[in-house]
């Protein structure tokens, strides 16, 4: 009876340990994971917290950055500094739509905007006929133009907008994709709704 005893008692422990000597629970993190290195998520933060907002963890490398800068010659610019937006799109927003869809007459977006440089997110609801969906914005602006697609995470679709801005109204095209395949296509007019 001690035999078996010691025995089991043996097996569970190589049982307990053998997981320590598979590697469980390690993560490997490659020099080559895209998630490392975002560079416009990068910027947003820098922006948003300033250059020198860093955790704990971050402080030796940003010293050790400080010193290598110091090092080099200094340049004339102190700092780069990002151009303003072409326009500000932050705030409210509605969006009406006519298509080539029979749905399309009675189809509006309501969308409030938050802009980060270039950078556009944003919330809302659509309303089709009667009914009003909660939708989620995110998009771009640059000189040519403003990109926005609003994704209807309940019903698949997708809203792709391309808008330009004509004296203080944005107007352009929409595209609705369902299920990723063009459904309906049509003409976009955007205005600031009232506070």
Known sequence: MRMKSILSLALILIILASPAWAGCGRWVVRDNTDFLAD?????AMESSTGINATSGSEAPAAENQTEDESSA?????????K??????LAGKWKISMT???????????DIILIQSADRLQGY???TEGSSDVTATATG????D??????KVG???????????????????????YQAEKLAESGNATVSRSGS
């Open 39 to 43: 560079p416009l998520f990068d910027a």
């Open 73 to 81: 010659p200094a340049s004339t610019e102190t700092a780069v500094q």
């Open 83 to 88: 151009a303003a937006p072409v326009i500000d």
């Open 99 to 109: 298509g080539d869809g029979s749905e399309a007459a009675g189809r509006s977006m």
């Open 124 to 126: 809302g609801t659509i």
């Open 140 to 143: 771009a602006v640059s000189n």
């Open 145 to 150: 133009g403003i990109s926005l697609e609003v």
């Open 154 to 176: 309940s019903q698949k679709k997708d809203y792709r907008l391309d808008l330009v801005n004509e004296g203080g109204r944005l107007q352009g095209s929409y595209e609705l």
